[in-house]
T-cell receptor
Framework: AQTVTQSQPEMSVQEAETVTLSCTYDTSENNYYLFWYKQPPSRQMILVIR??????QNATENRFSVNFQKAAKSFSLKISDSQLGDTAMYFC??????????????FGKGTHLIIQP | DTAVSQTPKYLVTQMGNDKSIKCEQN?????MYWYKQDSKKFLKIMFSYNNKELIINETVPNRFSPKSPDKAHLNLHINSLELGDSAVYFC????????????FGQGTRLTVV
C-alpha cells in the first residue's frame, strides 16, 4: 500500500512571493505517477501538475514546477510569483501505473495555502 | 460542456433514509471512481470501475453500492444513511494508460441530520 505525507497543514505567503509545498510518499512500486491537485473554496478538484516516475526531468506548468527526487521519494511543488487566486487546498497524490488502469489516487492530507495581499 | 457532472450538488437527508448520487462523464473514459472527502478534507477512494466492472472496492460499508449502467455513468446508492456518512463525495474519471489524469466532478455535499 502507498502512503502520501504532506507535513505542512497550512502555509501563508505574501502575493508575488515564491512558496514550496512539501510531499513525501512511500511505495514499493517502480512505475507510478505523482500529481498535485488544487481545491479552491469552490471545492472543484483541479489538476495543477503531473509527473511520471520514469521521467527524470521535473515537470513545469507556467508558474508551477516540481522537484521530483525519486530516490528520496519526495515530490515538492513550487509556486512562483504567487497570486491571490492560488489560495486553496493543495493535495499531493500518488497513482500506481497498472497498464490496464483503474487504480485510484492516494492523497496526502493537504496543505492549505493562503496568499496574502 | 461539463466533462464530469454529478447530481445533486447538495443533499440533506435524515438518518435511515436511502439516497443516490448520479455521475456522468462525456469524455469517453473507461474508468470511473468515487472518492469521499471527510470534514478534515481528507480524500479517500471508495470504488473504481473499468468498463462497467468493479475493480477497486475499498473498505466501505456495504450500505454503499455503486452501479454502472454503462461506461459513461457511475451512480452511488447509499442505504440506511448514518450521521458519519456526511461528507463530500466526488466522482472522477480517467483514461487508463501512460497519459492518465483523473477529471473530477464538482462534488456532492451530503449532510445527514
Amino acid at each position: 500500500a502507498q502512503t502520501v505525507t504532506q507535513s505542512q497543514p497550512e502555509m501563508s505567503v505574501q502575493e508575488a512571493e515564491t512558496v514550496t509545498l512539501s510531499c513525501t510518499y512511500d511505495t514499493s512500486e517502480n512505475n507510478y505517477y505523482l500529481f498535485w491537485y488544487k481545491q479552491p473554496p469552490s471545492r472543484q478538484m483541479i489538476l495543477v501538475i503531473r509527473q511520471e516516475a520514469y521521467k527524470q526531468q521535473n515537470a513545469t506548468e507556467n508558474r508551477f514546477s516540481v522537484n521530483f527526487q525519486k530516490a528520496a521519494k519526495s515530490f515538492s511543488l513550487k509556486i512562483s510569483d504567487s497570486q491571490l487566486g492560488d489560495t486553496a487546498m493543495y493535495f499531493c497524490a500518488f497513482m500506481r501505473y497498472s497498464g490496464g488502469g483503474a487504480d485510484g489516487l492516494t492523497f496526502g492530507k493537504g496543505t492549505h495555502l493562503i496568499i496574502q495581499p | 460542456d461539463t466533462a464530469v457532472s454529478q447530481t445533486p450538488k447538495y443533499l440533506v437527508t435524515q438518518m435511515g433514509n436511502d439516497k443516490s448520487i448520479k455521475c456522468e462523464q462525456n469524455l469517453g473514459h473507461d474508468t470511473m471512481y468515487w472518492y469521499k472527502q471527510d470534514s478534515k478534507k481528507f480524500l479517500k477512494i471508495m470504488f473504481s470501475y473499468n468498463n462497467k466492472e468493479l475493480i477497486i472496492n475499498e473498505t466501505v460499508p456495504n450500505r454503499f453500492s455503486p452501479k454502472s449502467p454503462d461506461k459513461a455513468h457511475l451512480n452511488l446508492h447509499i442505504n440506511s444513511l448514518e450521521l458519519g456518512d456526511s461528507a463530500v463525495y466526488f466522482c472522477a474519471s480517467s483514461l487508463p494508460g501512460l497519459n492518465t489524469e483523473a477529471f473530477f466532478g464538482q462534488g456532492t455535499r451530503l449532510t445527514v441530520v
